[in-house]
Every structure is written in C-alpha cells, then in structure tokens.
C-alpha cells in the first residue's frame, strides 16, 4: 500500500461537469431525487450533463467514456465505494473528481466538510473549488478512507445480502456486523511489513486507515500520522468470537483501547503479505479478491 494524490474538485471554471449517478448507491436514488438534480443543473446552464448507470460496470464505462472525451471534472454521485471507484480510473489522468454524497455514511465526504444536502452539494460544485487529496493504494487499486482484510470484509459480504433483504440503512449495517461476527471463525497469518519492519501475526482483522475524519469520529488513535501523510494499521489480536463481538461494541460506544483491542503500527509505507495468494478485501464499502 503506497500513499499520492490526486485531485478534488467542487467544479470547472470553463468547461463540463459530467455527473455519473449510481443509481444502487446507498440512498437508492429515485426518479425524483434524478429529477430534482437536473432541475439544479439547469440552474447552471452549460456546465452539467448526468449519466445514470447501475453498478460498477456501467460505472467504470461511463468514467472512461468522459475521460476519453476530455470531460474536465468528473463527478461520482453515490456512496464511498462510487466514489472510490471513479477516483481510482482518474488518478494519472489530469481529470478532477467532484463529490455528490449519496451514500449511507459518506465518509469521504465528510472528511473534506462537503455537505449531503443537494442543493448545497451542487452549488458548492458549480463555484469550482479544489484541493489535492491523500489516497492511498493497494495492489494497483486506489482507496480513498481505508482497505482491510478478515472479519470487515466478511461483514461487508453479509451486508450486501442484508440489504438486499431488508435495504439500505444504518440498522440493518450494524445488524450485519453482530450476525457475522457471531459466525466468524477464520483468523489470518500475515506479515506486516511498515517501511521496512517486518513482524508476524494472526489475527482476524487488519485495518489500514487513510482518513483521520473516519478516525476522529470513532475516537481511535492514529489521525494525527494519518494527517500527515502516514497510514495508520489496526491489528486485532487473535480471539474468540464473543470477544471480536465485544470489540465491535466498543468500536460502537468510542471506548477501544490499544493493546487491549488492537495494536497501532502507522508509516508510509505498509505491505501485507499472506499464505494465500487471493485473498476478500474491503476497500472504501466494497469488496472483491486480491
């Protein structure tokens, strides 16, 4: 996992702002909500044109598709995983990335202070501000709040198949989190290598973080280093699945202690390695094999 920028912008000066709108994103917009979105653009006659597309295929084709024609800011409306998705096709290309959050948690969002109300959102992009932003990256692919391996990735398998039964909400995400932790059974062997130091554990989960917002709001240490350009590593030590469980209540009540809960090793730098050569991981809300 390697730590670079790329940059993040509210808007273009001059030229098109090219919304691609996941329609599966966590808050499942609808036809009004699209409604509602054009009218705003209409309000800025020239700079916007929308692409509504379903999941991550049509996501990645219609991201390459404005790359191709030059469009200058991309915007991503969805959740972290969109985002994170569309960020991770701009990166190197000299595109911007815009923000609608459209998500469950918006994190990413959150952290830059861009607000989730529509009409603010959209504003806040035709007035075209713009900053660098820290990613981070993990086997080529880049991730914007954090990437892990074990027990979060499980979790996040379980979850699609809770909404998918019950929908989107923040209930039915902790509902996930205490069925799959209850049925947990694997922990990992892996070598943690943080520039340059290598050391062995097992352990069902590692966290590598690269948002101090997502840090600060669940009162963990680390968003200092992570601020300053380090990623901050999370390692749970290897234990039953009840204590797992306890540990995931008190990530919930802002009451995790180090080495009691986790051990924190931060750098620039990080490389884990496994026995297996595929491995589930999460990264930024969404999952596959690595």
């Known amino acids: 996992m390697t730590a670079g920028t790329t940059d993040s912008a509210a808007g273009s000066a001059g030229g098109d702002i090219r919304v691609i709108l996941n329609a599966r994103s966590g808050k499942r917009p609808g036809r009004a909500q699209v409604e509602e979105l ?7 006659p020239g700079r916007f044109s929308l692409r509504v597309v379903r999941g991550g295929r049509m996501i990645a084709r219609e991201t390459a598709r ?16 969109t985002i994170c998705g569309i960020a991770a096709q701009l990166a190197g290309t000299g595109a911007r990335l815009g923000v609608l959050p459209l998500g469950t948690f918006n994190y990413f969002a959150r952290s830059l202070d861009l607000p989730e109300d529509l009409e603010a959102a959209v504003r806040v992009l035709a007035e ?20 892990s391996l074990g027990a979060y990735a499980a979790i996040l398998f379980r979850r699609e198949r809770v909404y998918r039964r019950w929908g989107r909400s923040r209930i039915a995400a902790y509902w996930s989190v205490l069925t799959t932790l209850l049925r ?18 097992r352990t069902p989960l590692v966290f590598v973080a690269k948002n101090a917002f997502q840090l600060d709001l669940f009162e963990l240490d680390g968003a200092d280093r992570v601020r300053s350009g380090d990623f901050a590593v999370f390692v749970a030590p290897d234990c039953s ?10 990530l919930a009540f802002r009451s995790l202690q180090p080495s009691r809960d986790f051990e924190l090793i931060c750098g620039r730098d990080v490389r884990v390695e496994m026995r297996h050569r595929r491995r589930l991981v999460a990264r930024d809300g969404e999952r596959e094999r690595m």
């Open 38 to 44: 054009a009218a705003l653009f209409e309000r800025y």
């Open 66 to 81: 404005a790359i191709e024609e030059g469009v200058p800011t991309i915007v991503a409306a969805g959740g972290d995983g």
């Open 128 to 147: 075209g501000h713009e900053r660098a932003i820290p990613v981070g990256e993990v086997n080529g692919q880049v991730f914007l709040n954090n990437a």
């Open 184 to 201: 947990f059974r694997s922990s990992l062997d892996v070598a943690i290598t943080v520039d340059g130091a290598t050391r062995a554990f």
């Open 241 to 250: 699945r009840l204590d797992l469980l306890r540990t995931a209540v008190r």
